[in-house]
């Protein structure tokens, strides 16, 4: 059973357009989520992240937005860049049972020049 | 300033052999983490260790895996005798001294073990 999903396999956007990739969860006791970005051949990199208490945090050009009552979360990434074609993971934990992370399947990003 | 160091990058083995995984955390990172990829799906964790302890195995399988993370040295994730479905990218990761709560974990670069 998949606690954190990602049901967009990939995702193709133009240069200069917003990239929405989106996650959804169904562990309530879930109070902590990041995006990671992956590269091949590399490792995950620490993207950003929310808790729980708050609905939106933003650095950058990316900001993610929670929304717990419908257990989905969202990266938007604006405008987009052709170095940001990469692999992003959602990844979400509960840490009233340790800091082990549990990661969605990735959706793999395409930004178009 | 270093991040997470994993070696080696790439690791072939013969069925029955086994294979060592070695991680180096971030410098003043004391938390690790081990997580496992099989192709064309998302990271899967394994086990969470502070030094010279295993806080969190419920992610390892019960045979042939075991992890370490002694007082001096990288952390080692260790599988005895490999089969062919072993084959996947193994990552560490590591965080700071736990301060409290949700903190960030930083990756390496993974293993790639491939198991003929």
């Known amino acids: 059973d998949q606690q954190v999903k990602q049901n967009s396999p990939s995702l193709s956007v133009q240069e200069g357009r917003i990239s929405i990739l989106n996650c959804d969860y169904t562990n309530s006791m879930f109070d902590y989520f990041l995006w990671y970005k992956k590269y091949p051949a590399e490792g995950p990199t620490f993207l950003i992240s929310?808790?729980?208490?708050?609905d939106k945090n933003e650095d950058g050009r990316f900001t993610v937005f929670l929304n717990k009552s419908a257990k989905h979360l969202s990266l938007h990434i604006v405008p987009s860049q052709p170095g940001d074609s990469a692999v992003y993971f959602c990844a979400a934990s509960d840490n009233n049972y340790g800091q082990n992370f549990v990661f969605g399947p990735g959706t793999r990003l395409s930004v178009l020049p | 300033n270093a991040g997470v160091m994993q070696n080696p990058r790439h690791l072939v083995r013969r069925r029955g052999q086994e294979a060592r995984l070695r991680c180096s955390p971030m410098?003043?990172?004391?938390?690790v983490y081990w997580y496992r990829q099989l192709p064309e799906e998302g990271l899967k964790f394994m086990v969470y260790l502070q030094k010279e302890n295993i806080i969190d195995e419920s992610g390892m399988p019960k045979e042939r895996f075991s992890a370490e993370f002694p007082k001096e040295g990288p952390s080692i994730l260790r599988i005895q005798q490999v089969v062919r479905g072993d084959s996947a990218a193994y990552f560490c990761?590591?965080?700071?001294?736990?301060?409290?709560?949700?903190?960030?974990?930083?990756f390496g670069p993974g293993t790639r073990l491939l198991v003929l």
């Open positions: 990761a590591s965080s700071p001294r736990a301060s409290g709560r949700q903190e960030t974990q930083y």
């Open positions: 410098k003043g990172h004391s938390h």
């Open positions: 929310i808790s729980s208490i708050k």
